[in-house]
């Protein structure tokens, strides 16, 4: 299956289909560039090679496994990386694993001589559903998440289902979790798909639909002064709990990020019957559905990470299945979303 971004001069096609990471060469210039293979410890080595196998003039880069990576020092070490393979202007970053991967590679790439060509090889069921697509890159600085960084949108887009395979039950249920998101704000067919028996007997048609509808959404705002804010459902709350609770460099257990959306969008759903038939979905998924006991933690995150951007807040509300509704509260009433007077 194919879709095209259509962003102008910034157009690119994103394929999804069985095997395709070993076709990289079919849809760019492998050979006569210099090419930086960026992947993480955790990623099976056989993907990275996968790519490299199809660049002569190639050279894989692992940083280590976890959102830790996305930091000032590690993105510090990939550009010196990318400096002492002697990439040029002209030559290509390929990423190759999931969002942490992603949101680095793309950073990296973004600024890297002022930008250069990057190539998106997503092998997490979050990546291939939503982080991969629509040209949001960056790091952390700290617990604050995703504050530094750019837009950048790649030039390709390689999802192979295949890569699948390997992830852990755990990490599948994760990236659901962003697939739901999706489906419970735009997409009534797609959240059928998660009240099927098993749906990861839908996985390939639940990408598909969730890049498709972000697809739509990336074309027509690509830089967030509207209704992309839409994609931010689930995100206030959730990445509160994912700085207090969330798995980083120093804590090694805890929540995962499409986790942390799970419960942040929970609260955001305004019909009853529809935040029962999700809670249900989410808990056939294996995926938490109670908010943390330490919800004061969360809320003085919530609001570190609004200070300095306004005194108000926009969240996003699903008042039905398939529609939503952006809201500007004060920051003051963060405390409300999470039941807290
Ligand atoms: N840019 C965006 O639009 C956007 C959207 C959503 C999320 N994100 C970001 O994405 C990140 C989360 O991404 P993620 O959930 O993919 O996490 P991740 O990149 O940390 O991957 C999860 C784990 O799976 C391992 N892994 C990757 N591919 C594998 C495979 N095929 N088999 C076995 N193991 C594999 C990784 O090494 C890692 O340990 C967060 O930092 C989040 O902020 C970005
Ligand atoms: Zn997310």
């Excluded at 460099?249 to 999700?278: F, N, Q, S, W």
């Excluded at 938490?288 to 969240?315: E, N, S």
Aim: charged share 20%; net charge positive.
């Amino acid at each position: 299956m194919k879709l095209t971004m259509r962003l102008g001069p910034r157009s690119y096609d994103i394929i999804l289909k069985r095997g395709c990471l070993k076709n990289l060469y079919q849809f760019t210039d492998t050979t006569r560039r210099r090419v930086f293979v960026l992947t993480d410890s955790g990623v099976p080595a056989q993907y990275a090679q996968a790519v490299l196998a199809q660049c002569p003039k190639g050279t894989v880069y692992t940083v280590p496994q976890g959102e830790g990576s996305k930091s000032l020092k590690v993105y510090g070490q990939v550009l010196a990386a990318m400096l002492a393979a002697g990439l040029t202007r002209r030559d290509l970053l390929v990423a190759v694993g999931g969002g942490v991967v992603g949101d680095l590679g793309g950073f990296c790439a973004a600024t890297y001589m002022r930008g250069i060509d990057f190539i998106n090889c997503p092998t997490t069921v979050l990546a291939q559903v939503d982080s991969s697509i629509g040209g949001k890159t960056a790091i952390d600085l700290g617990p604050t998440k995703n504050i530094v960084g750019a837009f950048w949108q790649p030039k390709l887009v390689l999802a192979d289902p295949d890569t699948l395979a390997t992830l852990p039950p755990r990490q599948v249920a994760n990236g659901l979790a962003e697939a739901l998101k999706t489906g419970l704000i735009g997409d009534a067919q797609l959240f059928a798909l998660f009240e099927c028996p098993d749906p990861t007997q839908n996985l390939e048609q639940i990408i598909y639909r969730s890049l498709r509808f972000k697809k739509k959404i990336v074309e027509a705002d690509e830089r967030e002064q509207g209704q992309r804010a839409c994609l931010n459902f689930g995100h206030t709350i959730g990445h509160g709990i994912e700085a207090v609770r969330g798995v980083s460099a120093r804590r090694k257990t805890g929540l995962y990020h499409g986790e942390c959306v799970a419960l942040g969008m929970l609260p955001m759903i305004e019909d009853k019957a529809l935040a029962k038939r999700t809670r249900a979905i989410c808990r056939a998924l294996g995926l938490p559905t109670r908010l943390p006991g330490d919800r004061r933690r969360v809320l003085a995150q919530m609001q570190h990470d609004k200070k300095g951007r306004g005194d108000t807040v926009t969240v996003i509300r699903v008042p039905g299945l398939g529609c939503w509704r952006a809201d500007t509260i004060p920051t003051a009433e963060l405390g409300t979303l999470l039941g807290l007077a």
